[in-house]
């Protein structure tokens, strides 16, 4: 697998894939590097900190 495969990879789990399936493909300490202009609610590591939209986070739904 090239780097480009695993990136298009973990974009197509991050849409549609399930928390185990992203956990293959994002280090348990990834760091989102955009977390300090976020809510404290939104910051974290790993890919549960990637899939999971919070409320008032970007990407969240209100509805």
């Known amino acids: 697998m090239t780097g480009t495969d ?3 990879r973990s974009i197509h ?5 399930s928390l185990a ?3 293959e ?3 348990p300490d990834a760091v989102n590097r955009e977390a300090v202009a976020e809510p404290a ?3 974290g ?6 899939t999971r ?3 008032g986070c970007a990407g969240s739904s209100t509805t």
């Open 6 to 8: 695993a990136a298009v």
């Open 13 to 17: 789990l991050m849409a549609r894939g």
């Open 21 to 23: 399936e992203f956990a």
């Open 25 to 27: 493909v994002v280090h």
């Open 41 to 43: 609610a939104c910051r």
């Open 45 to 50: 590591r790993g890919p549960r900190h990637s």
């Open 53 to 55: 939209p919070r409320s």
